[in-house]
């Protein structure tokens, strides 16, 4: 994970080429172009380097979100109940009856091609998971001697819900963040995996998206189509491991 989150950062001087470079087309590995070239001509290995930041950046993005949101929704229709539990409930149980990377794919193809429209998208329908967890686990909470202490001395409850229900519920929260992150990243590389995201950006994604338009699985190219696959494998199994050791 270290190493993932230092070529994202240093990628200018990591990377032995401008990813947007064009060269000869259809290199194979060498000293030159460590993973060959694709269809243009663009350095693979450098596209890789730069497509770190691309991931990353949707994974943690979109994952501080999802955790965020879903945390003090959860938290919040727990404390309150009543009809704000019902409402926020109803809205949670269409959402998960919903499929939600074909809802994204969706919304992606509808909205203008951004990397942050990938972000609201996946934000859109991933805060929900996270919102039940937290809610079941606050109402077991919510009725603790230390909140009914806290109600009694007159604390508001937002006061409540920030300082003394999210915080006893950390351990749960950080595990939910993890997955986010894995699952954050896995949803972006399906849907630049489907051409939805800007041609002006480079992510693990889009170098899988040009290896099989341009043939490059049917021809064998497996310097072209394998190292993204690891890259993305490689990072969804970091955060999986993180989540197991918090």
């Known amino acids: 994970m270290v190493v993932l989150l230092f070529v994202a950062l240093f990628a200018p001087w990591i990377a ?27 350095d693979i290995f450098s ?12 994974g943690f993005t979109a994952s501080l979100a999802i955790t965020v949101m879903g945390s003090f929704l959860g938290a919040f229709a727990a ?12 809205f949670i149980n269409v959402a998960l009856s919903v499929p939600s990377l074909p809802l994204i794919i969706v919304l992606s193809a509808f909205l203008k091609r951004s990397v942050w429209n990938i ?19 606050a109402l077991r909470l919510k009725d603790m001697g230390f909140i009914r202490n806290c109600r009694t001395m007159g ?3 937002l ?14 929260i950080l595990t939910k963040g993890m997955l986010s992150v894995a699952s954050s990243m896995l949803t972006e590389a399906s849907v630049s995996y489907l051409g939805l995201e800007p041609m002006t950006s480079k992510s693990w994604g889009t170098v899988l998206n040009d290896a099989f ?34």
């Open 16 to 42: 032995p080429y401008d990813p947007w470079e064009m060269s000869i087309p259809f290199l194979g590995p060498s000293w030159e172009h460590i993973l060959g070239t694709n269809d243009v001509g663009q």
């Open 47 to 58: 596209e890789l380097v730069f497509g770190a930041r691309t991931s990353l950046l949707v």
């Open 79 to 90: 404390y309150y109940g009543g009809w704000a539990d019902r409402c926020i409930m109803v």
């Open 119 to 137: 972000i609201l998208c996946i934000c859109l329908t991933g805060w929900v998971g996270t919102a039940r967890i937290i809610r079941s686990q």
């Open 155 to 157: 604390c508001s409850s």
């Open 159 to 172: 006061y409540i819900i920030i300082r003394h229900l999210l915080p006893n519920l950390k351990e749960t």
């Open 213 to 246: 338009r341009a043939g490059g699985v049917f021809n064998g190219y497996w310097w072209w189509y394998l190292p993204p696959i690891a890259c993305i494998s490689l990072s969804a199994f970091c955060f999986l491991s993180l989540q197991e050791e918090s």
